[in-house]
């Protein structure tokens, strides 16, 4: 047998068998998930003797049909149901022919995997095959990766919300605790995050509540061990932050991390895997949230100020967390009564009140719509010079330098410091002006409450996080931004 596309647990299953005798098929195995997921997913010797006992029936099933023809096997294994078999052949069986091979594989052996589902296909060429790679199977053959993709894409929005939630807490949340609980017992941050990703399944299984991501994470000292813990590449702690967001709906905070983390995982990864992932599932959605949006945004613009709100409010009522939206919502509701009669001080104060939620949803929200101070207008003009970073893929180590020290001007700690942390610990110093970037990552950190980290670091930091408070309270002082407010907040 030819076998392609394998890993470990394949191999265990294959090694023992003969090879390529004349009168048997040629066999390929094609696994439909990473290979990483698969040593989680399943138990190596168990899988390995269920793999022997179904590849020598694959051997066999086939030893009477005379026609040149490829066969594909699609069987997917379940946690709990019985593994799941369609055929497909090119040409088409005959009824006859079709009654028989699925005989043939009604009653395979009963093996359950230890996490999610998982599928892969057997490609088998009968006498050298059909020699038609562009014939089609029959039945039409579609990969169940393509299939839910196009599932996915045909939802509406409020379902699309609940897939992606329900995907991260119930399969990619338990994949990242299984791979992180492999680990050195030393790595007690690394630990500490399997232990919590793990209750977090355990209370969405009993009650379907998942609990605040930044509580669970950005005030904890284990979790930024666990941050610090990990080689270069392997970003699985800052994903496993990014998919409890995801699990707790709040999508655009989760796009910001998965945008700063996927820069630094390595090809391979399991983390690189679950952000491309990620990264489709959040653009389809949000696809269809512009779709949405975008006809109370043409409201708006023909002055129906009214008709604007009634459709921002439809979209939130289906997704609740989008900054944008109610940002755009706090716009109409303004231009709605000012048409009737102006107010800046309620205007002021009403701007007060939405800006809190937005900045909740996405503290990295690029816009500001108000200021009353010349702090405001300072961290106003800070936002805004988000959107010129990550234009020149060239430019990474500079832009991760102004990324990080936004997020720090506008208050956003946690994020301040995973950024600060990839500039230390995956850049090289000469692309950051030989700055320092340690300490930032540190005071950050402790602006949190933590404070027990700098103690795994020499250096005195009481006098870095002076210089830095200074550093900071200074350059926001000489701003323009600054300066043109009497009131300086």
């Known amino acids: ?26 066999v390929e195995i094609q696994l439909l998930s990473n290979d990483q997921v698969a040593e989680l997913n399943l138990d190596r010797v168990a899988f390995a003797s269920w793999g022997r006992l179904v590849t020598n029936k694959v051997d066999s099933a086939f030893l009477g049909d005379k026609t040149k023809r490829d066969v594909m096997i699609l069987i997917t294994l379940h946690t709990q149901a019985e593994p799941e078999v369609h055929l497909h052949a090119r040409p088409a069986f005959s009824d006859a022919e079709m009654k028989q091979a699925q005989e043939a594989f009604a009653h395979i052996p009963s093996y359950h995997t230890k996490l999610l589902d998982y599928s892969f296909v057997y490609l088998i060429r009968l006498n050298g095959g059909s020699g038609n790679q562009a014939a089609a199977f029959v039945p039409a053959y579609e990969d169940p990766k393509d299939a839910s993709r196009k599932a996915f894409k045909r939802k509406g929005l409020s379902e699309k919300k609940t897939e992606l939630m329900n995907w991260a807490v119930t399969e990619v949340l338990p994949v990242l605790a299984a791979s992180e609980q492999k680990v050195d017992d030393k790595f007690s941050g690394v630990h500490y995050m399997a232990k919590t990703l793990n209750n977090v399944c355990s209370l969405y299984d ?48 989760a796009k910001e991390y998965t945008e700063l983390i996927r820069h630094f995982c390595s090809d ?22 512009n779709v949405r949006a975008r006809h109370g945004v043409e409201q708006h613009q023909k002055g129906n100020f009214q008709g604007a709100i009634a459709v921002y409010e439809g979209v939130l009522a289906d ?28 205007s002021q104060s009403e701007w007060d009140e939405a800006r809190k939620l937005i900045y909740k949803l996405n503290p990295l929200y690029p816009l500001s719509a108000r200021a009353s101070s010349g702090k ?41 410091a995973e950024a600060y942390w990839l500039c230390f610990s995956r850049l090289k110093k000469a692309d950051l002006d030989n700055r320092e970037m340690l300490p930032y990552c ?3 950190i402790e602006k949190l409450g933590v404070k027990e980290i700098r103690k795994n670091f020499q250096g005195d930091f009481d006098k870095e996080f002076r210089r830095i408070g200074k550093e900071q309270k200074k350059k926001m002082e000489s701003s323009p931004y600054y300066k043109a407010f009497r009131n300086k907040g």
């Open 442 to 444: 540190l005071y950050s």
């Open 319 to 346: 997704y609740p967390n989008s900054a944008w939206l109610h940002y755009e919502l706090y716009f109409s509701k303004t231009q709605a009564r000012n048409a009737v009669k102006k107010d800046s001080l309620l």
């Open 268 to 289: 391979k990864a399991l983390a690189t895997y679950y952000i491309n992932e990620l990264s489709w599932k959040l653009e389809e959605f949000n696809r269809e949230l």
């Open 1 to 26: 047998m030819h076998f392609k596309k394998l890993f470990p647990l394949f191999l265990l299953f294959c090694a023992s068998m003969h090879l390529q005798a004349q009168s048997l098929p040629q």
């Open 376 to 416: 405001e207008n300072y961290q106003s003009s800070r936002r805004f010079e988000l959107n010129k970073l990550f234009k020149d893929k060239d430019k990474l180590s500079q832009d991760m330098e102004q990324l990080a020290d936004i997020a720090f001007d506008l208050e956003s700690y946690g994020y301040a």
């Open 206 to 253: 009993a009650h379907k509540q998942v609990p605040d991501a930044l509580s669970l994470t950005d005030s904890v000292p284990d979790y930024w061990r666990g941050v610090m813990e990990m080689s270069p590449g392997n970003e699985i702690i800052p994903l496993s932050k990014v998919m409890l967001l995801v699990a707790e709906g709040k999508f655009d905070y």
